[in-house]
């Protein structure tokens, strides 16, 4: 398909350090950097995992006493008007 796009200053440049960097003509820099924009990612991110030791609280109770701090936090608000 042909078309006429019209590139920003910034987007121009950055198609032109692509064309640079990959040895890419004009429209293939423009279509490597669309298709790479706008394709959906498929590559796995690998996170790292560390040990954190162990829970200092039960964590059966977790949502018992996450609720228990909510209440109180808002209980304090109300105590000074807020």
């Known amino acids: 398909m042909r ?6 200053p910034e987007a121009e440049s950055l198609i032109r350090r ?7 003509s004009f ?5 490597t950097a669309i298709v790479r924009g706008v394709a959906p990612r498929t ?3 690998d996170t ?3 040990h954190l030791g162990e829970a200092r609280l ?3 109770r977790a ?17 000074l008007g807020k």
Do not use: C, F, W, Y
């Open 3 to 8: 078309t006429t796009i019209t590139l920003t």
């Open 18 to 24: 692509l064309m640079h960097e990959r040895d890419l």
């Open 27 to 31: 429209k293939e820099a423009v279509n």
């Open 43 to 45: 590559e796995v991110i």
């Open 48 to 50: 790292p995992v560390h």
């Open 58 to 60: 039960p964590l059966e």
């Open 63 to 79: 949502l018992t006493l996450a609720g228990e701090l909510e209440d109180e936090a808002l209980l304090s608000k109300q105590g």
